[in-house]
């Protein structure tokens, strides 16, 4: 028998190519994608937008028929709706993060035929933790960097909670920065910002070491992995790390990356002789951008809270261990694209599109 999927966040960068890949499929019968209004413009065949919200009501803020209608026929739920925005308060992310899923935990457990619940996560539910974090850890006191991190650890010790009574499956993931063919960024996020204030020699420095490891996928293999998780190979009960594994660029690595395709793909921004940012320790960067505050310059203030809620996340150098995910794909066949070989691509696609034209929402990532 076909599945059929409720799909939350479905306008995100991970749901719209997720959304994609799963009607595609012959054996899903179709996807309901979560969507505000009527945000989801020339959606795939077999793709069905339904109008709601998951921090609306155990419902999801939809119609009466359209809930009944998903709650008689869905199969799986992959949760992938969150609100990213790492500037949010604390009640703010709560109220998206922890409570949406509530909800979406809520609807599931109404659903007769629910054979699965997929939930989206992020490798930075370790926080501020330092070193090897595996993907069967998740408890820590160690604090976190911003209120998206640890929303979304309550969000993984509620989901815990329920996978005595719901089959759950957690997936993990890594920062998604593009396509690893085309380069192509469907939504924006802080890194590509923060690449848009190197550019413009806006950022004159970044906290970290050195040696700190930076973790980027792309999302052409962030949506395969999910695919399959989802589809083949749901493992109810387990958590695994979508992420680069040992394939990551340390921050040094990561700016000259940068600043050699800066050069080749806009051969002008050589005659500007921008600086690589230094890389300096936390209370350095914290001087820094409290004497930005103190001076009232309005770009550099503007700048710095661009990266001042994600990029501390450096200071505290951690590796994402990816074995149990790596042994599932391998069987699978599903290989993950180098680093080094698709990031140049994403760049000449920041730079020749103008970091695309402003033209896409950054706000909130999904339902």
């Given at each position: 028998?076909?599945?059929?999927?409720?799909?939350?966040?479905a306008?995100g960068?991970?749901?719209?190519a997720?959304?994609?890949?799963?009607?595609?499929?012959?054996?899903?019968?179709a996807?309901?994608a979560?969507?505000h209004?009527s945000?989801?413009?020339?959606?795939?065949?077999k793709?069905?937008?339904?109008?709601g919200?998951?921090?609306?009501?155990?419902?999801?803020?939809?119609?009466?028929d359209?809930?009944?209608?998903?709650?008689?026929?869905?199969?799986?739920?992959?949760?992938?709706?969150?609100?990213?925005r790492?500037?949010?308060?604390?009640?703010?992310?709560?109220?998206?993060?922890?409570?949406g899923?509530?909800?979406?935990?809520?609807?599931?457990?109404?659903?007769?035929?629910?054979?699965?619940?997929?939930?989206?996560?992020t490798?930075?539910?370790?926080?501020?933790?330092?070193?090897?974090?595996?993907?069967?850890?998740?408890?820590?006191?160690?604090?976190?960097?911003?209120?998206?991190?640890?929303?979304?650890?309550?969000?993984?010790?509620?989901?815990?909670?329920?996978?005595?009574?719901?089959p759950?499956?957690?997936?993990?993931?890594?920062t998604?920065?593009?396509?690893s063919?085309?380069?192509?960024?469907?939504?924006?996020?802080?890194?590509?910002h923060?690449l848009?204030?190197?550019?413009?020699?806006?950022?004159?420095?970044?906290?970290?070491t050195?040696?700190s490891?930076?973790d980027?996928?792309?999302?052409?293999?962030?949506?395969?992995?999910?695919?399959?998780?989802?589809?083949?190979?749901?493992?109810?009960g387990?958590?695994f790390?979508?992420?680069?594994?040992?394939d990551?660029?340390?921050?040094?690595?990561?700016?000259?990356f940068?600043?050699?395709?800066?050069?080749?793909?806009?051969?002008?921004?050589?005659?500007?002789?921008?600086?690589?940012?230094?890389?300096?320790?936390?209370?350095?960067?914290?001087?820094?951008?409290?004497?930005?505050?103190?001076v009232?310059?309005?770009?550099?203030?503007?700048?710095?809270?661009t990266?001042?809620h994600f990029?501390?996340?450096?200071?505290y150098?951690?590796?994402?261990?990816?074995a149990?995910?790596?042994?599932?794909?391998?069987?699978?066949?599903?290989?993950r694209?180098?680093?080094?070989?698709?990031?140049?691509?994403?760049?000449?696609?920041?730079?020749e599109?103008?970091?695309?034209?402003?033209?896409?929402?950054t706000?909130?990532a999904?339902?």
């Amino acid at each position: 028998m076909n599945d059929t999927i409720l799909l939350t966040g479905a306008t995100g960068m991970v749901g719209q190519a997720l959304a994609s890949l799963l009607a595609r499929r012959r054996d899903v019968a179709a996807v309901f994608a979560l969507v505000h209004g009527s945000d989801y413009p020339s959606p795939p065949e077999k793709v069905i937008p339904v109008s709601g919200d998951v921090t609306a009501s155990r419902n999801l803020g939809m119609e009466e028929d359209a809930c009944r209608e998903v709650l008689d026929r869905t199969t799986l739920v992959v949760h992938a709706a969150a609100d990213t925005r790492f500037s949010n308060s604390l009640d703010e992310a709560r109220s998206a993060n922890l409570d949406g899923t509530k909800n979406v935990l809520a609807l599931s457990s109404r659903c007769p035929r629910l054979k699965g619940f997929v939930a989206l996560s992020t490798v930075h539910v370790a926080g501020r933790r330092i070193g090897t974090i595996r993907e069967d850890e998740l408890h820590h006191n160690a604090g976190f960097v911003n209120s998206y991190e640890q929303s979304k650890y309550e969000t993984e010790l509620l989901l815990r909670e329920h996978m005595g009574r719901l089959p759950i499956s957690v997936l993990r993931l890594s920062t998604v920065l593009g396509s690893s063919t085309s380069g192509e960024v469907h939504r924006l996020g802080a890194i590509h910002h923060a690449l848009r204030l190197y550019y413009n020699s806006l950022a004159p420095m970044i906290p970290g070491t050195p040696e700190s490891a930076v973790d980027l996928i792309s999302i052409d293999y962030a949506a395969a992995v999910i695919e399959h998780f989802a589809m083949e190979g749901f493992l109810p009960g387990r958590t695994f790390h979508i992420c680069g594994g040992e394939d990551v660029l340390s921050i040094t690595e990561l700016l000259e990356f940068t600043h050699q395709a800066f050069l080749r793909y806009r051969p002008s921004w050589r005659k500007r002789a921008i600086e690589m940012p230094a890389i300096v320790d936390l209370p350095t960067f914290e001087l820094f951008a409290h004497s930005v505050e103190e001076v009232g310059d309005s770009v550099l203030m503007s700048s710095v809270a661009t990266i001042r809620h994600f990029a501390p996340q450096l200071a505290y150098p951690k590796t994402f261990i990816d074995a149990e995910c790596k042994e599932v794909l391998l069987r699978a066949g599903i290989s993950r694209p180098r680093l080094r070989d698709f990031y140049p691509n994403v760049v000449r696609w920041l730079v020749e599109t103008g970091w695309g034209e402003h033209a896409f929402d950054t706000e909130m990532a999904s339902t």
